[in-house]
């Protein structure tokens, strides 16, 4: 693929969701150094086998819009992200699930799941917000020495959401032990961002930042990802 960068869309295309017409014009924004950025979408049900179907991609991004069609199509595409070393985002529906994946594949919660989806599992890794976030937005503070914070060279931001459903606090102890490390909290202590600190560019956040490419605005995290694509 030769001459732009190209991202995989891992996630159900809908021309509806707001994230989904946002996410093209970021990485347009964002292209640097005379290389053009594509993003190519991938429907969940077409990964079969993600080292196969994903191997081309210079980076993936797990987008918004969940339940998927295929949870595992989903969860595959953010393992072969994770242990390939590709540059990966993930936003809303792709934090939650980058969080299942680690969880399950490292942590040892092999039963971990999602309350929207499998209500009656007995691991809810990830659970309904005590408020939920639908278009709605919030302070949050960053972590000194995270990705998410270079990115945006601040220490508090404040961004928009549309979710209903987050981490877990109950499995915190057990999630962040490794190398899983939280890096964004609202100001209640609930973590809002997830970076790897074993991979070069390993960052999901449950709020969508990529929003802010329709009001012509470059999303900081969206710059760093795509400066990775080239590293």
Known sequence: MAGKFHVALVGDRDPSV??????????????????AVEGVWVHT?????????????????CVPASPYASMEGALQAIRFARESGRPFLGTCGGFQHAIIEYARNVSGLRNAN?????????LLLISPLACPLVERSEEIVLQNGGLVKKAYGEARI????HCGYGLNREYEGILFRNDLRPTAHNLGGEVRAVELSSHPFFVATL?????????SEIPPLVRAFVAALAR
């Open 18 to 35: 707001i994230a989904h017409q946002a996410i093209p014009e970021a990485l347009r924004l964002c292209a640097s150094s005379g290389r």
């Open 45 to 61: 049900n077409s990964i079969r086998g993600a080292a196969d179907d994903l191997s081309e991609f210079d980076g993936i991004w």
């Open 114 to 122: 999602h309350a929207e989806t499998h209500p009656g599992s007995p």
């Open 158 to 161: 404040t961004e928009g959401y």
């Open 207 to 215: 709020f969508q930042h990529e929003r802010k490419a329709l009001q």
